[in-house]
Nanobody, 118 residues
């Protein structure tokens, strides 16, 4: 079992920045996590992929956030971050992280609200 907890959301004006965190924990070792990522979901919209980072440090971004968002990983590999710059009102959503364990199992956090005012 892996638990994921997001933090860092809040209210920010357009053009501002936020840094989200996602901490992974469990009763056992979290070394089995081989990839983690960030997603968001706005009301009445599908969940949208934003960024992922693999165990080797490789990253992948959605076109919609390239150049504005940066995913990173703590050296201990139990926490990832999403640095969000140049935020726009359209970025308003619940932001969630996930973690892939083994070949198929994916765990999700509860999400953190990000609201960008115009």
């Amino acid at each position: 079992q892996v638990q994921l907890v997001e933090s860092g959301g809040g209210l920010v004006q357009a053009g501002g920045s936020l840094r989200l965190s996602c901490a992974a924990s469990g009763s056992g070792s979290t070394l089995s996590i081989n990839a983690m990522g960030w997603y968001r979901q706005a009301p009445a919209k599908q969940r949208e992929f934003l960024a992922m980072i693999g165990s080797g440090g490789s990253t992948n971004y959605a076109d919609s956030v390239k150049g504005r968002f940066t995913i990173s990983r703590e050296n201990a590999k139990n926490t990832i971050y999403l640095q969000m710059d140049s935020l726009k009102p359209e970025d308003t959503a619940v932001y969630s992280c996930n973690a892939k364990v083994g070949l198929r199992t994916i765990y999700w956090g509860q999400g953190t609200q990000v609201t960008v005012s115009s």
